[in-house]
């Protein structure tokens, strides 16, 4: 009994501490990842195009690696190149580091001592070794089971391997995470990836972040209810809130929200927050596209994924080549070649013109209308005056980017499966 009270007290303490830190909702900004360096406005349209390349490319792979029956055996292909970076710290005593934060996957990770192979990265390297909250996660634990590929030899190993070759090899524990600049919050007791064999790169990073649908993401783990994120514009420094729980709430009549639809195959696209998109008005035409375009097929290809780590929303090419060419004939300009920054459609912007009328968009969502505005439409490189739609076309699933969500404060309700969103002014959230 002596022995058999300190740890159920001890459990009691953990528990509380869990349910008060998260209680009063987290706050934490995100960096543009780009938003660091001093880019041009040309620079940061490339970037922001070959990176949404990149990570559209995986995406995709996933879809048809999980089509191939020949590759049943693979592991799930994950995704890494994201668009936002946070900072948290991680252990006791705490250290810092910067993680990419990514809805399209589940793994918390970190580069991890002693290193088998690590990648350079911009802050220490964490040891486990030197934090007093580390702790190995044994094999039979919820967490382990729920990694897509582990091993048990004897701790919990995983390996999570992205579409370019990249990956991050380890074994799972739990350390304490500290979120949060202004008023930092601590939770223990939170599954993470030690990786001890990383290869690959992340940009100015040293782990990952999950918020995907998966028990492995940080929300997930958090029991939270809900979040939310507001992007500020294109190419503005300031930093962009990500709230989770409480702090995700919306005060305004304005919200509109739709329902997520869940991919009924197994990780990584069952991590996904997939959408329902019934249709798209350009101006004051309602394109006419099959709505099987946008659906979800059974086997699990197809539909559109709202995301944070892609840039240029890539909408299927049966419903990007109508929405182009209604968009084309709808704006008062001249078509002129964007191939040199990657795009489809670009029009030239004649000297001394101050204002060119751009159609009103609507994406159809299954119950909410979401209206784009013009500068979540177009951008401008103002060196080769060129107007150009911010959009690209794809095969295989359309993947709603975060360049179409600027200035909207977008809400995931994790309990009543819904997306709700409100134009917001975010650099004022
Ligand atoms: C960024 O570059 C612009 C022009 O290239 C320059 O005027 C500005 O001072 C630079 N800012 C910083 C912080 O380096
Ligand atoms: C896991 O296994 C250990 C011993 O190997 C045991 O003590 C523990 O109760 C098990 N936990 C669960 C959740 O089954
Ligand atoms: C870690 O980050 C916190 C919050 O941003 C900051 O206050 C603290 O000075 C940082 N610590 C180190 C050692 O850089
Ligand atoms: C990393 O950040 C530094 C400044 O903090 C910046 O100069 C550099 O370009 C960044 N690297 C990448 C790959 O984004
Ligand atoms: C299109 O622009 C030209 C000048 O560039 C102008 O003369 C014409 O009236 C405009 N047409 C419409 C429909 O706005
Ligand atoms: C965006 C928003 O309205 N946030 C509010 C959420 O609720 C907290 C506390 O109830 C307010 O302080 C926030 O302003």
Request: proline share 6%; with cysteine.
């Amino acid at each position: 009994m002596a022995q058999i009270l300190p740890l159920f007290v001890l459990l009691l303490l953990r528990l509380a501490l869990l349910a008060m830190s998260t209680r009063d909702g987290i706050r934490i900004e995100l960096a543009y990842i780009d938003s660091k360096s001093n880019f041009t406005t040309t620079e940061l349209i490339r970037r922001a195009v070959d990176r949404s390349t990149v990570r559209t490319g995986r995406l995709l792979s996933q879809i048809a690696s999980s089509h191939s029956s020949t590759d049943n055996v693979n592991s799930p292909v994950h995704v890494s190149t994201a668009s936002y970076l946070m900072e948290l710290a991680i252990g006791t005593p705490a250290l810092n580091f910067t993680a990419i934060v990514d809805t399209g996957s589940d793994l918390i990770w970190t580069q991890c001592q002693p290193c088998v192979k690590c990648f350079p990265q911009p802050s220490p390297l964490y040891n486990p070794s030197k934090s007093s909250t580390f702790s190995k996660i044994q094999c039979n634990s919820t967490l382990c089971q729920a990694l897509p590929r582990s091993s048990c030899s004897p701790d919990c190993k995983y390996l999570y391997t992205y579409g370019d070759g990249s990956s991050t090899q380890g074994y799972l524990a739990t350390e304490t995470f500290t979120f949060g600049s202004t008023s930092p919050v601590s939770v223990p007791g939170i599954g993470f990836g030690c990786g001890t064999q990383n290869i690959g790169t992340t940009d100015n990073s040293s782990g990952l972040v999950g918020l995907g649908r998966g028990p492995l993401s940080l929300v997930s783990q958090l029991g939270i209810s809900k979040f939310s994120y507001c992007f500020t514009s294109f190419g503005d420094p300031t930093t962009s809130p990500l709230l989770l729980g409480s702090l995700a709430n919306f005060s305004g009549a304005a919200t509109k929200s739709t329902k997520f639809v869940k991919n009924p195959t197994a990780d990584p696209m069952s991590s996904f927050y997939y959408l329902s998109l019934q249709g798209i008005t350009v101006g004051k035409k309602l394109l006419s596209i099959p709505p099987s375009v946008f659906q979800l097929n059974q086997h699990g290809s197809g539909g559109l994924i709202i995301d944070s780590g892609t840039t240029i929303t890539a909408l299927e090419e049966m419903a990007f080549i109508p929405f182009m060419l209604a968009f084309r004939s709808q704006v008062n300009l001249s078509v002129a070649d964007g191939s040199s920054l990657g795009l489809k459609l670009c029009f030239s912007v004649p000297a001394g013109l101050t204002a060119v009328e751009i159609p009103k968009v609507i994406f159809h969502f299954d119950g909410a209308d979401m209206e784009l505005p013009p500068e979540n439409l177009m951008v401008e490189d103002p060196t080769a005056r060129l107007l150009c739609l911010f959009m690209v076309g794809t095969r295989g699933m359309s993947i709603f980017g975060n360049f179409q969500q600027q200035n909207m404060h977008i809400l995931y309700d994790l309990d009543k499966e819904v997306l709700k969103f409100e134009p917001t002014q975010c650099n004022k959230l």
